[in-house]
């Protein structure tokens, strides 16, 4: 199994640029995320999908749009990239949570790393 | 407001003695901690975790401790190795299915 794959792992842009970040994951799971890492601020939920066909804002959506048209896929699109996206992208993918007081490990990718000028 | 809080940035520890990494959270609703542990240039990978019902998780060198009372976690890493030189983040999750919120991580660096 390949895992949780991103890419591209590098990219820059420049302001009103738009682009997708890709995600995809091997593992049949329901559930996918998307994150970003900003110094002190640890991981951030931008947009989260319980499956295919269903997605929902997380902490951090705006400026962010997503789609899950399948199982193995979650892009994450900036229509207009600005400079306070500059950040790294993570993507996790989970079994969707089974109870309380307990979930699934989420799995993450190695990350994209996105400088906005 | 960050509901969940690493106070220290950084720590330091020599090899072979004991690391511990703090973290409080404000949500009451909180019913489930994670640590994970990050190398540079890759995504975080899970450590061990522990639910509310319980105040203490033990996994090899790792030892987490969980406090309600105090809203307050800690991971005791005995005996720290060079190989556990990462970022360290504590994340909490709720009765909101997978989401997760993350402590600002803890830089810890075990010297030889």
């Known amino acids: 199994n390949a895992g949780v794959t991103q890419t591209p792992k590098f990219q820059v842009l420049k302001t009103g640029q738009s682009m997708t970040l890709q995600c995809a994951q091997d593992?049949?799971?329901?559930?996918m995320s998307w994150y970003r890492q900003d110094p002190g601020m640890g991981l951030r939920l931008i947009h989260y999908s319980v499956g295919a066909g269903i997605t929902d804002q997380g902490e951090v959506p705006n400026g962010y749009n997503v789609s899950r048209s399948t199982t193995e896929d979650f892009p994450l699109r900036l229509l207009s990239a600005a400079p306070s996206q500059t950040s790294v992208y993570f993507c996790?993918?989970?079994?969707?949570?089974?109870?309380?007081?307990?979930?699934?490990?989420?799995?993450f990718g190695p990350g994209t790393r996105l400088t906005v000028l | 407001d960050q509901q969940v809080k690493q106070n220290s940035p950084s720590l330091s520890v020599q090899e072979g003695r004991i690391s511990i990494l703090n973290c409080d959270y404000t949500n009451s609703m909180f019913d489930y901690f994670l640590w994970y542990k990050k190398y540079p240039a890759e995504g975080p990978t899970f450590l061990i975790s522990?639910?509310?019902?319980?105040d203490k998780n033990e996994d090899g060198r790792f030892t987490v401790f969980l406090n309600k009372s105090a809203k307050h976690l800690s991971l005791h890493i005995v005996p720290s190795q060079p190989g556990d030189s990462a970022v360290y983040f504590c994340a909490a999750t709720g009765n909101a299915g997978n989401m997760l919120t993350f402590g600002g991580g803890t830089r810890l660096m075990v010297k030889p």
């Open positions: 593992m049949n799971h329901e559930y």
């Open positions: 996790a993918s989970s079994y969707h949570r089974q109870g309380w007081m307990s979930t699934d490990t989420q799995y």
């Open positions: 522990i639910s509310s019902i319980k």
